[in-house]
C-alpha cells in the first residue's frame, strides 16, 4: 500500500503528534488551508515573503532535497518554498539552523520563517532568516478573518487556536517550563484551569466602561466567543483604567429582564444605556444578550496608555473584538505593549 506524505489535506486536523510545538504547528497549517491561498499569501507577505503566486501546498515534516533538515511545516508549489520552524519553550539549535540555511541559499524563492515564544527576534538569526512569534501570528489570523473572510469554519478554526496557545505556549505553569504532551493529561488539565483563573478579556469599552462601573456588568451580542477568564477590562480612550473581576459564569442568550441577570439599577440601565433592547418586543431576538456580572477588582494609576501602532506607525486601537492577557501582566504593564 502506497505511503501517504505528510500533505495536510492527508492529516486529520485533530492531529498525529505528541509534541507540543507539532500540535500547534499542525493546527496552524490546517488553518491556512481552510483559508486557501488568499490567506496563505496575505499571511507570508505580512511576515516578509513576497510570493510570486498562489496555488500552494501545505505540508508538515517533510524533508528537503538541499540539507538534512526537516522543517516543522512546508509551504510551496513549482515556484517557491517557505520552510517553518517553530519553537515554544527549546531554544533554536545553531546545528539546526544551519542545515535549514542551506535551504535557502540553495534554492530559489525560498524563504526561512522562524516561529518562536520571544518578545524579540532571537540574535541567533540574521537577516536572511524571517522571524515572528505566536502573538503576532495569532493577531494576524485574526485579523484576516476580520478584514478578509466571512466564514464561520474559519473563525471557529482561529478560535480554537487560541485555547491550543493558551494551553501551550501563554500559559504560567509553561513559563516555568514543565514539559506538556497529550500524555500527560492530569498537567494538561491543570494548564487549562490556571490559565482560566489567571486570564483577563481586553475588550473596548466605547460604552462598556461606563456600564461596567455604573451597573455592575458587561452585556454584548448573543453566542460572542470568549476563552474562560477570571477578569475583565476595557480600553477606552487610549488607556486601560479599571480591571473587574468576573462574578460567576457568563449568562449565555438571556433576556435581561429575567430575575436571574444582577443588573445593578436596572431600571436605570433599560431607560438609557442599552437602545438596541426593545423592550415592547417580547421574545424578540434583538432582546437576548450575553450577560457578564462583574465586580470592580482596582483601579490603575497610572493608567496603562496604549502605545499600539499600525503598520504605518500611527496609533491605532489595541482591540477591535477581544484580545487576552493575564493577570500579572496587566497589574505590572505600564502600556499596552507590556500585555
Same mark, same amino acid.
Given at each position: ?121 532571537? =540574535?541567533?538569526?540574521?537577516? +536572511? %532568516?524571517?522571524?515572528? *512569534?505566536?502573538?503576532?501570528? $495569532?493577531?494576524? @489570523?485574526?485579523? #484576516?478573518?476580520?478584514?478578509? =473572510?466571512?466564514?464561520?469554519? +474559519? %473563525?471557529?478554526?482561529? *478560535?480554537?487556536?487560541?485555547? $491550543?496557545?493558551? @494551553?501551550?505556549? #501563554?500559559?504560567?505553569?509553561k513559563k516555568r517550563g514543565k514539559k506538556v504532551t497529550r500524555d ?8 487549562? @484551569? ?89 421574545g424578540a431576538n434583538n432582546r437576548l444578550r450575553k450577560f457578564f ?47
Amino acid at each position: 500500500m502506497k505511503q501517504f506524505n505528510l500533505c495536510i489535506p492527508n492529516l486529520p486536523i485533530f492531529g498525529r503528534y505528541k509534541k507540543a510545538e507539532d500540535i500547534v504547528t499542525t493546527a496552524l497549517m490546517h488553518i491556512l488551508q481552510r483559508g486557501g491561498d488568499k490567506m496563505v499569501h496575505w499571511f507570508l507577505t505580512e511576515l516578509g515573503a513576497d510570493l510570486p503566486d498562489f496555488g500552494v501546498q501545505i505540508y508538515t515534516q517533510k524533508k528537503t532535497p538541499y540539507s538534512n533538515s526537516i522543517p516543522d511545516a512546508t509551504i510551496c508549489n513549482v515556484s517557491f518554498n517557505v520552510y517553518i520552524e517553530s519553537k515554544i519553550t527549546a531554544p533554536i539549535e545553531n546545528n539546526q539552523l544551519i542545515e535549514h540555511r542551506k535551504n535557502i541559499n540553495l534554492s530559489q524563492n525560498s524563504f526561512l520563517l522562524y516561529i518562536t515564544n520571544d518578545k524579540t527576534r532571537p =540574535a541567533i538569526l540574521d537577516g +536572511l %532568516e524571517l522571524w515572528t *512569534n505566536w502573538n503576532i501570528v $495569532l493577531d494576524l @489570523l485574526k485579523t #484576516f478573518c476580520c478584514s478578509f =473572510a466571512e466564514d464561520a469554519v +474559519l %473563525e471557529y478554526l482561529v *478560535n480554537e487556536f487560541e485555547k $491550543l496557545l493558551q @494551553l501551550f505556549i #501563554f500559559s504560567k505553569s509553561k513559563k516555568r517550563g514543565k514539559k506538556v504532551t497529550r500524555d500527560n493529561e492530569e498537567e494538561l488539565d491543570k494548564l487549562i @484551569l490556571e490559565a482560566a483563573e489567571e486570564r483577563v478579556i481586553i475588550v473596548g469599552g466605547h460604552w462598556g466602561e461606563a456600564v461596567a462601573l455604573k451597573h455592575l456588568c458587561y452585556v454584548c451580542q448573543p453566542d460572542r466567543f470568549f476563552l474562560p477568564a477570571r477578569y475583565l477590562t476595557f480600553c477606552h480612550q487610549n488607556r486601560i483604567k479599571y480591571l473587574f473581576k468576573i462574578v460567576n459564569t457568563p449568562i449565555e442568550s438571556v433576556d435581561l429582564e429575567e430575575s436571574r441577570v444582577d443588573i445593578s439599577n436596572k431600571t436605570e440601565y433599560f431607560k438609557v444605556t442599552d437602545p438596541t433592547y426593545v423592550i415592547t418586543q417580547k421574545g424578540a431576538n434583538n432582546r437576548l444578550r450575553k450577560f457578564f456580572k462583574l465586580e470592580l477588582e482596582k483601579e490603575f494609576s497610572p493608567v496603562i496608555e496604549n502605545d499600539a501602532t499600525n503598520s504605518n506607525g500611527k496609533r491605532c486601537a489595541f482591540t477591535q473584538k477581544q484580545r487576552y492577557t493575564t493577570y500579572d501582566k496587566i497589574t505590572n504593564a505600564k502600556k499596552t505593549s507590556d500585555l
